[in-house]
């Protein structure tokens, strides 16, 4: 049942078009526009909300509301206490979410958290856009990188009045990973509470290595470089049977970790514009496409696709000796690769740099909650270390506590294979979020990336011509929009 809210600058009646929501765990309808196979994970799904406008016109219509949706009195008790109905994206977070749940109500500190299983078929964006502009909705709802923009319209209550009468909540902000913390910074004001993310990792076939006489990367520390990836490619390749390496064309699991970790970006730090044809981006470029169309290393884009499972299931299949992928493809790994003997390490390092690219995921609150003291309780129970260091083994995710990630998340003995977890601990500190704008909808600015990248990756035009290209056009539409 859900609590009669009143949306903030009422972009309803103004038709004001609601955020647009790029990549999406949990997410189960959309399109990959990497240009390789599809991947039905919870992260690697690309949904677009509907325009709040449209939303709301249902909910007047008295379409917006699926049954049990139905509004209800606010909470009388005050200060903190009383209900707060949360929601959240992933069927695969139900369990999860259910069990943390139970035992905050345990506690019996006055604040009982009533959490909206996820559901198979629906979109909990479509949804919770609809709820929104209905005056229905959650009074805490999980978030992702598009934090930005709902924030910049208004959608999520600022943290920080919360957070200033309260010592032990200010010192359990203080342990959340900094670019994590300071990406959910906006306008001066924080507006979301870390929950967790995830890391992008080289993963390698151990057999493979072991025929071809080379030391494991996770042994290798500083070593584990651009110059020892490539040598490591060229030698484990096998024409006809298999390809050394994936170069991989996604932004979050592929490239975008190559560019940063040779000290290049997406955006400029102020995000006022793109800079993808920086020199750094360029080289980082050239380095990963010449693998597809000089070295002829890696498998093309063509290739993958022509692949159920993509890049996933070729390497859980031996066609692939290494490539970079994100954690949650471990699980993959390690329940259908069978007889596959695997582990990771961190994305090769370019003068002693890693990178890693993550969808920070928090926990907002509504900005038309009646229980903001409430729904605070339960943030500053998901943000404890006993809950944090329980991520990994509930959500196989990486705490937003960095002393959480470090000890446990990076410990193959508490939070499970692989054992070149420990390798991860500098991609940990090195993470950045995925890129996204106060303004401009991630699926535009990543449709002109993504298109120009696959032709470099396609040998149909230069790198730097793509990379350039990027660039202005980009640039070009963050300028119309004004961010």
């Known amino acids: 049942m859900l609590r009669p809210i009143t949306l903030p600058g009422a972009p309803a009646a103004q038709g004001t078009p609601g955020p647009t929501v790029h990549p999406t765990p949990g997410s189960t309808t959309g399109t990959q526009t990497s240009g390789t196979q599809p991947s039905p994970t919870r992260r690697r799904v690309l949904v677009h909300a509907p325009m709040v406008g449209a939303a709301a016109a249902l909910a007047a219509c008295g379409q917006a509301q699926s049954s049990g949706d139905q509004p209800r009195a606010p909470a009388s008790e005050p200060g903190a206490r009383g209900t707060v109905q949360f929601w959240q994206w992933?069927?695969?977070?139900?369990?999860?979410?259910?069990?943390?749940?139970?035992e905050h109500n345990a506690r019996g500190t006055g604040v009982t958290v009533e959490l909206t299983p996820a559901a198979n078929?629906?979109?909990?964006?479509?949804?919770?856009?609809s709820a929104l502009a209905g005056n229905v909705g959650p009074d805490v709802f999980l978030m992702n990188s598009n934090a930005r923009t709902w924030a910049t319209k208004g959608l999520l209550r600022p943290l920080d009045d919360l957070i200033k009468r309260d010592k032990a909540a200010e010192a359990s902000n203080g342990t959340i990973h900094r670019n994590f913390r300071e990406w959910y910074e906006v306008g001066g004001k924080q507006t979301g509470w870390g929950w967790d993310y995830s890391t992008i990792?080289?993963?390698?076939?151990?057999?493979?290595?072991?025929?071809?006489?080379l030391k494991a990367p996770s042994e290798l520390g500083e070593q584990w470089d651009w110059d020892t990836f490539l040598e490591y490619a060229q030698k484990l390749n096998r024409p006809g049977v298999r390809w050394g390496v994936w170069s991989n064309p996604d932004y979050q699991t592929g490239w975008l970790n190559f560019v940063r970790?040779?000290?290049?970006?997406?955006f400029s730090e102020d995000r006022?514009?793109?800079?993808?044809?920086s020199p750094a981006a360029v080289e980082a470029m050239e380095f990963l496409a010449g693998l597809v169309t000089r070295g002829k290393l890696s498998p093309t884009r063509a290739d993958v696709a022509a692949v159920t499972g993509g890049g996933v299931q070729m390497f859980i299949d031996g066609q692939l000796s290494?490539?970079?992928?994100?954690?949650?493809?471990?699980?993959?790994?390690?329940k259908k690769g069978q007889g596959l003997d695997w582990d990771i390490a961190?994305?090769?390092r370019k003068n002693g740099r890693t990178g890693s690219t993550a969808n920070f995921r928090a926990l907002v609150l509504n900005p038309s909650t009646r229980v903001p003291e409430a729904s605070f309780e339960w943030l500053k129970f998901a943000l404890t270390k006993p809950v944090q260091d329980r991520i990994p083994g509930l959500f196989n995710e990486v705490p937003a506590r960095l002393d959480s990630a470090q000890e446990v998340y990076a410990d193959a003995a508490k939070a499970g294979p692989p054992a070149g977890r420990r390798t991860l601990k500098d991609a940990i500190a090195a993470t950045k979020a995925q890129p996204a704008l106060d303004n401009v909808p991630p699926n535009e600015f990543h449709s002109i990336a993504t298109a120009l990248v696959n032709d470099a990756w396609d040998g149909k035009i230069p790198v730097k011509q793509a990379m350039t290209q990027a660039q202005e056009q980009i640039t070009a539409l963050v300028q119309r929009y004004g961010s």
Not at 261 to 266: I, Q, T
């Open 121 to 129: 078929g629906v979109s909990y964006w479509d949804k919770l856009t």
């Open 346 to 348: 961190a994305v090769p």
């Open 261 to 266: 970790a040779n000290g290049g970006d997406y």
């Open 322 to 334: 290494m490539g970079t992928f994100g954690d949650w493809s471990f699980s993959d790994f390690a």
């Open 201 to 213: 990792a080289t993963a390698y076939n151990v057999t493979h290595l072991r025929e071809a006489g």
């Open 90 to 102: 992933g069927v695969v977070y139900n369990d999860g979410f259910d069990t943390l749940v139970k």
């Open 272 to 277: 006022k514009r793109c800079v993808l044809g």
